[in-house]
Structures are given as structure tokens and as C-alpha cells.
């Protein structure tokens, strides 16, 4: 049986470290078995690559497809040695990024929407999403809030970017969750942390026990309803 598997999107500072910690702890408190990771990295393989990625060295060498196929071999590395064991195992797995920021961050740089299309195919095949919450703030409100979290650290290589940037980024998560809204929710991020917890809360909860209900129905079992 397999485990539920939900990404958390949104540019810098929209809060989703903030709200999986949250959401973890939520649901390790229904005696919930969740593994929580991130991207770029989350195992050993991908985890060598986020420093070349995050650092712009990959960006440095001229060749615009480069970056995103080192993205897709860091997710390729994730899925096969930490995502999929554990959904196999029946474990909820959360995740900080996946696909949907390649499809943002590298179609906004020009990346070629077919060469990103094949390398999702590859690193993602199967192991779709079952739920994407999109948190979306305005950019200048996510880049206030990344600088400020990060204190002294210098920028990384996509918060460094333009608030025009930032801004075309957070429509393209837009687009993207209105083209599949079976499988992406657009929460806003810019109320109070508590806020955005509580609405995370009950639409997690809600999708999880119609994924139980759908379950029992086809299993004929109907003690659970
Ligand atoms: N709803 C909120 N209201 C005010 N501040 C918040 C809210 N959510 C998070 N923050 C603060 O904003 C900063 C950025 O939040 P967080 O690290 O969770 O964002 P993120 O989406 O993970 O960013 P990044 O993409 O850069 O990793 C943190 O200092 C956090 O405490
Ligand atoms: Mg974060």
C-alpha cells in the first residue's frame, strides 16, 4: 500500500519550512509515520549536488541545460533512494520543492519545456504528488522575510534574483496550480503563521481520509465510513 506523498511550493519566503515542521508535528500526533525532506538534496547522492546547484556553479559554466539536468539527476538520486522506499512502505512523505520548481524556476530561465518535461518524466515517473500546496505570498513580502532569516549569510543563487523575477515566479506557481487542481491547493501564506497552519491542517486531513474512505470503498470494506 502506498504512502501519501505531499510537496510544498512557493518562492523564498512563503513559510514552507515553517509550515512542514508544523504539519509534521501534527501528524506524528495522529501516531502518523511521516518522513519529512527537501529539495535539492534529501538523500547522500542529492545532497552533493545542492551545494553545485544552490552555490550558481552550475549556472557558471554557459550551458543553460546543464543546471536542470544536475537537478534532475539530485532528483532521480531522491525518489529512488528516499521517496519511493518510504511511500512503499506506507509512510507519508513531505517534501520542501520538487518538480513544480524545476518547471518555474528553469521554464522562467529559458529552459527548454520539452527538455524539462522529458527530465521529469525520468526523475519523477510515477511518483506523482498525491498533494502540492502551493503557499503564495507577494515577492516582496518572501524576499523581506528570506533576508531576514538569513541575517548576515549572503543571498543564494535564486534569492539573489530581481523582485520582478521573484514576481514572475510566483505567478508561474499560479498558473501551474490552476492547470491542475486535482492536485495543487493555492494557500496564502501571508497571514499569520497560525493561520496558514490551521488551513494546512484541514485540507491535509480532508484529502488523507478521502484517500482512506476511497481506499475502504475499493477494498469493499465498509466498516470505516
Ligand atoms: N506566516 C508568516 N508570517 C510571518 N513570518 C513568517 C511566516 N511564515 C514564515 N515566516 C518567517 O519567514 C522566514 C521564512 O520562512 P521559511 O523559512 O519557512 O520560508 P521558506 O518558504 O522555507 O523559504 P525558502 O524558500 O527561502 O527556504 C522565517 O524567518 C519564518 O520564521
Ligand atoms: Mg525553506
Redo the contacts with the bound molecule.
Sequence with gaps: MSGFFIT?E???????????ARLAERLRARRMDVVTTREPGGSEGAEALRHVLLSGAARSSGDPDLEPILFAAARADHVASLIRPALDAGRTVIC??FHDSTRVYQGLAGVDADLIALLEKLAVGITVPNLTIV?D?PAET?VA??R??RGSAGPDRF?ADDLAVHQRRRQAFLDLAQREPQRCVVVD?????D??TKEIAFLVHDRLDGQRLERSSMLGDDSII
Design positions: 510544498f512557493g518562492g523564498e519566503g512563503a513559510g514552507k519550512s515553517t509550515q512542514i520542501d520543492r503557499l505570498v518572501g522575510r528570506a531576514e532569516r534569492e501564506g501571508s497571514r499569520g503563521v493561520d496558514v
